[in-house]
């Protein structure tokens, strides 16, 4: 039996995470038990202006509930430079979910403003900042927002926003925003965090969004934002190693393990160490999965 536990750092799944408007009681309750790993609840986009202030008490009665299990819980706040972004920064940092996602990140100075806002206010040390990046500027400055500040551990593409400044069109294969979820993706390595990929708009089309999925899953991406509760499954399977992949992963790790030299063939395959390394890999994100369905 391979073990990646001694040498792996404690992996979050995120394969999955909800949107949701904190504006819809229905939702809200419904979400308590839908299967995804993050939950947003939203005061942005999906809000409209008068729903606005219920919105945001019925987000922070949510967190305060207790009542979402393993969910990693987060309250997407209006932007920085909106009317309600100052009472939603302090409303989110009071009630401590475990993320606070801010929309329209374009820059490091903006990331540290943040930051201080969130210290100001109080927010608990579990309170983290998770940065949209979904403009053609943040794409340019992906790499010093990523990098500017350890309280920032994850970055969720807007890929609606993103699509709407470039003028681009929604197509399949997202040609237009490839040069920008590249950016974006190798900002989130370089720099050690988590990056999860954005919505696909049309509910109904699941070859659509299975598809992206995969194109997210193969590009690199930790998972998927999501609308809907039917794109849950999806992207929880796209997102996690498949039964093979961890067959594959113990296999090639014995293979090496009990060879002596520096690099062996598994099934015709040639390994090395960083092969082994990427497997280990695998197996700590297919531990961590178990575990949170445990
Ligand atoms: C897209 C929707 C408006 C569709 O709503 P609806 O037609 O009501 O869906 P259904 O009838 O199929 O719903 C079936 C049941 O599921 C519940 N439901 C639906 N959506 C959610 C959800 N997101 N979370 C929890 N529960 C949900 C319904 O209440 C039904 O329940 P029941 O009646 O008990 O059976 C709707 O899905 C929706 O509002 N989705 C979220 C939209 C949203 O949050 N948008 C903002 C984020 S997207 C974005 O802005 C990303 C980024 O900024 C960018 O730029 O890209
Ligand atoms: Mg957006």
Known sequence: MVSTSST????RPRRSVLY?????????????TIPCDGLILDLEDAVAPDAKPAARAAACAAVASGEYGNREL????NGADTEWHDEDMAAACAAGPDAIVVPKVNSAAAVRTLVAAMEDHGAPEHTKLWAMVE???????AEEIAAASDRLTVLVMGTNDLAKELYAEHVPGRQPLLTGLSLALLAARATGKVIIDGVYNDVKNEEGF???????????FDGK?????????GANTAFAPSEKAVEDARGLIEA???????????????V??????SAKRTLSIAEAIEALGA
């Open 272 to 277: 090395e160490n960083l092969h082994v390394e």
């Open 256 to 270: 090496f393990e009990s060879s002596t030299g520096g690099v062996v063939t598994y099934n015709g395959r040639m």
């Open 210 to 220: 299975l598809a992206e999925c995969q194109q997210g899953r193969e590009m690199g």
């Open 135 to 141: 403009t053609p500027y943040a794409m340019l400055h």
């Open 20 to 32: 949701m408007p904190s504006s819809n009681e229905r939702a809200l309750e419904k979400a308590k």
């Open 8 to 11: 792996s750092p404690v992996f």
């Open 225 to 233: 934002t999501l609308i809907h509760p039917g794109q849950v499954e």
């Open 74 to 77: 987060t309250i997407r706040i």
